[in-house]
């Protein structure tokens, strides 16, 4: 029996041209995400997504005809909102920055082409450029109800990290979000009791205790010194005041 299931048109990647949007694409892109997405995004946004170079905003044309795109910006760690905070852990500093994902949308004619695979390892590879390495992940808000993309975040690697009850305002309506969470240049979440277990465990597993032991105790004394050395002096110019 032969499938009725429509085909997907393949396209020539020969034909395939990435590039960074420009004012000028406003109407087209404008055009697209509301096909694409059922958040209707305010007018300065799609100004901001073609002009302002803080965006990272890449598209395939194919055909000169523009049939995905991929939105990010780099964050400073510091300055994300309240919900998104505790992506990674607290022992990164206040220079951390962490890529995040405003949109990634491929035409449904060209759908399962590996377009928006080819658009988010573009944005990969410009996140863990040497000049990035301070950018510990890349993360994004989908809806609950979207699986096809959650699936293929998932594949990415990318991981479910929390649940955003009413995050997104759709039609008047409130609907439920989830954050991924993708870590780059050595980036981790928080620990949990079971990393520390297994952190622990491969320590005694390794035969590695003795010098794991040495090296907290020279850390403590590291911390420790100044503190014992301050009472040693001023002991000991109490002592020599006495007798003087």
């Not at 390892?121 to 000049?131: G, K, Q, V, Y």
């Amino acid at each position: 029996k032969k499938s009725t299931k429509k085909e997907v048109p393949l396209c020539n990647l020969s034909n395939l041209q990435l590039r960074f949007l420009c004012p000028s694409d406003l109407k087209e892109v404008r055009s697209l995400c509301r096909a694409w997405f059922p958040i209707d995004y305010p007018y300065a946004w799609y100004e901001d997504i073609t002009s302002d170079p803080r965006f990272y905003s890449l598209a395939a044309v194919y055909e000169g005809v523009i049939i995905g795109l991929i939105v990010a910006e780099i964050k400073d760690y510091v300055n994300l909102n309240k919900e998104d905070k505790n992506i990674l852990s607290t022992c990164f500093g206040q220079s951390t920055s962490v890529g995040y994902m405003l949109s990634l949308g491929v035409s449904e004619a060209h759908r399962r082409n590996g377009i928006a695979s080819l658009l988010l390892d573009n944005l990969i590879s410009h996140l863990t450029a040497p000049e990035n390495q301070d950018c510990k992940a890349l993360f994004l808000h989908v809806l609950t109800t979207n699986k096809p993309a959650i699936r293929f975040y998932e594949h990415r690697n990318f991981r479910l990290h929390s649940f955003l009850p009413y995050y997104y305002s759709i039609n008047d309506k409130c609907k439920d979000g989830f954050t991924y969470v993708l870590y780059l240049n050595g980036g981790h979440p928080p620990w949990v009791f079971t990393d520390y277990l297994k952190h622990y465990s491969q320590i005694l597993l390794s035969g590695d205790v003795c010098r794991w032991m040495n090296d907290r105790l020279r850390s403590a004394l590291y911390w420790l010194w100044p503190a014992m050395r301050r009472m040693v002096v001023d002991n000991t110019t109490a002592l020599v005041s006495q007798y003087s």
